[in-house]
């Protein structure tokens, strides 16, 4: 990671072909999402034991990305709309989990099944399905982590599906309900910051290469997005605007200076 900002305000009608973006975007998509192995038997080893390494390689691998979009999942088609305008404007390849991975509670599913359910019983093993659960979460927070690294710029899509609006507690920005965005903005904080060379240099390199009754439970955690620059639609149009006055072709070698573009206009933000 080099950079990350909050985006405050991302409005649908910011967009004028909204609906046609989400299109286009979930076909690039599913054009690139990985081919899931979904037989538990891939992943046992000669001991019988499961390999997390293979199932987190499989199931969430880590791709080439430009930006990770850290969003609520009740945002999910604005962040795919977004991504597609970063795509069709900048030529930025932009990360969304649920558009690129496999579900995570399909493969706990998968281990649940297989290691955790008493045939003679008829019911789940409560401590063996802990303790699968605990072990999927943390290949998945894993992942997650290393693609934040991995990505060049980070964008957290603040809306009030994220974060609790006008709720401040302790100094701190505000409450979120959701586990992973706290973790994945905890880890933007934590992460190293790492210089653009890093990135770019990279970059060349692998181009050149190549029915039971439930209980909802509610948890809130503390989030603090104060190290995130501010992002608006202000700076975003002028960001498009700036980029199609210098006329730059949409190709790999002159796609990443987009966001060089980016920091410039922002850099006064904080």
Known sequence: ????????????????????LYKSGLI??????????????????????????????????????DIFISHSHADKKLAVVFSQWLYKNFGLE????SCIWGHADKLLEMIDKR??????????????????????????????SMMIDNAECIIFLNTPNSITPNDVINGNNGITKSPWIYSEIAMTRLIRQKP??????????MESATE???????????????????????DL???????QYYGKPYSND??????????KITLNNK
């Open 1 to 20: 990671m080099h950079k990350g900002y909050e985006l405050l305000s991302l409005p649908t009608e910011s967009f004028n072909n909204f609906d046609s």
């Open 28 to 65: 690039r998509y599913d054009s690139r999402k990985s081919k899931i192995k979904t037989q538990i038997d891939s992943f046992v080893k000669p001991d019988g034991h499961l390999d997390g390494s293979k199932m987190q390689a499989n199931w969430f691998p880590q791709i080439t990305a």
């Open 94 to 97: 932009v990360f969304i989990d």
């Open 115 to 144: 290691c955790c359910f008493d045939s003679k019983k008829g019911i789940y093993d409560y401590k063996k399905r802990n303790f699968s659960t605990s072990h999927v979460h943390m290949i998945l927070s894993t992942a997650l």
């Open 196 to 205: 653009l060379d890093d990135y770019r240099k990279r970059r060349r390199l």
């Open 212 to 234: 039971v009754k439930t209980f909802s439970i509610s948890v809130d955690y503390s989030i603090n997005t104060e190290h995130l620059h501010p992002l608006c639609i202000k």
């Open 237 to 243: 149009n002028q960001w498009e605007k700036k980029w």
């Open 254 to 263: 002159y796609k990443e200076y987009a966001l060089s573009e980016l920091y």
